[in-house]
T-cell receptor
Framework: DAGVTQSPTHLIKTRGQHVTLRCSPI?????VSWYQQVLGQGPQFIFQ???????GRGNFPDRFSARQFPNYSSELNVNALLLGDSALYLC??????????????FGPGTRLLVL | AQSVTQLGSHVSVSEGALVLLRCNYS??????LFWYVQYPNQGLQLLLK??????LVKGINGFEAEFKKSETSFHLTKPSAHMSDAAEYFC?????????????FGTGTQLKVEL
């Protein structure tokens, strides 16, 4: 079975530009979460979507936005890129949002470099 | 608020030696706890998780962890290290609030295995 897939794998942008990252969850998973992992740190929660609705948001500025599509895939958008946005962006999927016992399965990530 | 502290950003062991990676959590309610492993240039892979029930949890690749409420700890162990265990390990806590599936990660422990 295919795991969580993310595209692109690597991306180079310049300050002020906009970027869109994409994620396809494991088949049957309805929840997608996004995390930012800066070099040398643990992942930080950005968003969680379930059934196309935002269910959680981390402490990130409004330049960060996301959406989930009817097929449960998701996009993370970042506007007005800053050097500090350089990071590995991880997408995770899980079966459902209720309960909290569900395992989040992570994709390989998109490595974004902002110059 | 939930938080996770991983003591020791770098741990070095000899092949065949015991692996002990420390994790302490802070939570006002019973937590769900996870250990993930990250190999270079890859996403996160679940090693094991504790939700309820038996406090000694066995995971993949011979790893196990014990939930100790009195010590607010969830240390990861493996009796005999293998070269392939060299990676970064993250402890995470999930607090069930009735919605959302946010993981809060520690800063990670880089495990080095020497011959």
């Amino acid at each position: 079975d295919a795991g969580v897939t993310q595209s692109p794998t690597h991306l180079i942008k310049t300050r002020g530009q906009h970027v869109t990252l994409r994620c396809s969850p494991i088949s049957g998973h309805k929840s997608v979460s996004w995390y930012q992992q800066v070099l040398g740190q643990g992942p930080q929660f950005i968003f969680q979507y379930y059934e196309k609705e935002e269910r959680g948001r981390g402490n990130f500025p409004d330049r960060f936005s996301a959406r989930q599509f009817p097929n449960y895939s998701s996009e993370l958008n970042v506007n007005a890129l800053l050097l500090g946005d350089s990071a590995l962006y991880l997408c995770a999927s899980s079966l459902e949002v209720a309960g909290g016992r569900e395992t989040q399965y992570f994709g390989p990530g998109t490595r974004l470099l902002v110059l | 608020a939930q938080s996770v502290t991983q003591l020791g950003s770098h741990v070095s062991v000899s092949e065949g030696a015991l692996v002990l990676l420390r994790c302490n959590y802070s939570s006002s309610v019973p937590p769900y706890l996870f250990w993930y492993v990250q190999y270079p240039n890859q996403g996160l892979q679940l090693l094991l998780k504790y939700t309820t029930g038996a406090t000694l949890v066995k995971g993949i690749n011979g790893f196990e962890a014990e939930f100790k409420k009195s010590e607010t700890s969830f240390h990861l162990t493996k009796p005999s290290a293998h070269m392939s265990d060299a990676a970064e390990y993250f402890c995470a806590v999930r607090h069930f609030t009735g919605g959302g599936n946010k993981l809060t990660f520690g800063t990670g422990t880089q495990l080095k295995v020497e011959l």
